[in-house]
C-alpha cells in the first residue's frame, strides 16, 4: 500500500524563522511529488516535482526531491503570518494521488 | 480563486439518506477529480473522470458513486449515509492534455463539508 509520511506534524515558530518540512514517501511507480499549502480551504498547489536533485523555487518558498532515498523537503524563509498554513505533501503513482496527512505550521508575529 | 465551483457548501442530513454533490470543473478542463478529507484520515483519493469516462479509482465505497457528464461537471452520489462518513468533500479539476494526468496540477475547489447526524 502506497504510503506518505510527513514530519513535523506541527511546527511553530517566529516570523523570520526559515523552516523545513519533510515529506518521505513508499508508493509503487512513482509519478510525482506535489506540495500544496491548505489554509481554511481548499489545498492550493505549490510545487510538482518529477526529478532528483532539480530545485524548485517560488519567491521564499523552494523544494527539492530525492528519488533515491524516497523523500522531498519544502523550505520556507523568512516566514511571514500569511504562511501560517497545513502544508500537504501528495505522491503520485499506481494511478492515483495519495497525500500526507500534512504539517500544521504556525508562524508567530 | 480555482475556478473550480462545487454545491452545496454545507449539507447537514441523517444517516441512511442519500446525497449529491456538484463539482464544475475549470474551463476547458477534461478530468476531475474527487476526495474525502476527514479528521482522522487526511485528504483521501476517491475516483477520476476523464472526459466523461471513469480512469482511476482509489478508496471509493460502493454506496458512493461518481459521474461525470457531456458538459464535463460531475456529481459524486453518496447513499446509505452513515456517521462516519461526514467528511469535507473537495472536488479538483486539471487539463487532461498531457499523456498522463501524473504530469498534471491539479486545483481544488472549496470544497463542500458534509455532517451526517
Known amino acids: 500500500e502506497d504510503k506518505v509520511v510527513q514530519s513535523p506534524l506541527s511546527l511553530v515558530v517566529h516570523e523570520g524563522d526559515t523552516v523545513t518540512l519533510n515529506c518521505s514517501y513508499e508508493?509503487?511507480?512513482?509519478?510525482?511529488l506535489l506540495w500544496y499549502k491548505q489554509e481554511k480551504k481548499a489545498p492550493t498547489f505549490l510545487f510538482m516535482l518529477t526529478s532528483s536533485g532539480i530545485e524548485k523555487k517560488s519567491g521564499r518558498l523552494s523544494s527539492i526531491l530525492d528519488k533515491k532515498e524516497l523523500f522531498s523537503i519544502l523550505n520556507i524563509t523568512a516566514t511571514q503570518t500569511g504562511d501560517s498554513a497545513i502544508y500537504l505533501c501528495a505522491v503520485s503513482g499506481n494511478e492515483k494521488l495519495t497525500f500526507g496527512t500534512g504539517t500544521r505550521l504556525t508562524i508567530i508575529p | 480563486d480555482s475556478g473550480v465551483t462545487q454545491t452545496p457548501k454545507h449539507l447537514i442530513t441523517a444517516t441512511g439518506q442519500r446525497v449529491t454533490l456538484r463539482c464544475s470543473p475549470r474551463s476547458g478542463d477534461l478530468s476531475v477529480y474527487w476526495y474525502q478529507q476527514s479528521l482522522d484520515q487526511g485528504l483521501q483519493f476517491l475516483i477520476q473522470?476523464?472526459?466523461?469516462?471513469?480512469?482511476a479509482k482509489g478508496n471509493i465505497l460502493e454506496r458512493f458513486s461518481a459521474q461525470q457528464f457531456p458538459d464535463l461537471h460531475s456529481e459524486l452520489n453518496l447513499s446509505s449515509l452513515e456517521l462516519g462518513d461526514s467528511a469535507l468533500y473537495f472536488c479538483?479539476?486539471?487539463?487532461?492534455?498531457?499523456?498522463?494526468?501524473?504530469?498534471?496540477?491539479?486545483?481544488f475547489g472549496p470544497g463542500t463539508r458534509l455532517l451526517v447526524l
Open positions: 508508493v509503487t511507480n512513482f509519478r510525482s
Open positions: 473522470y476523464y472526459n466523461g469516462e471513469e480512469r
Open positions: 479538483a479539476s486539471s487539463a487532461g492534455t498531457r499523456p498522463s494526468w501524473h504530469q498534471e496540477t491539479q486545483y
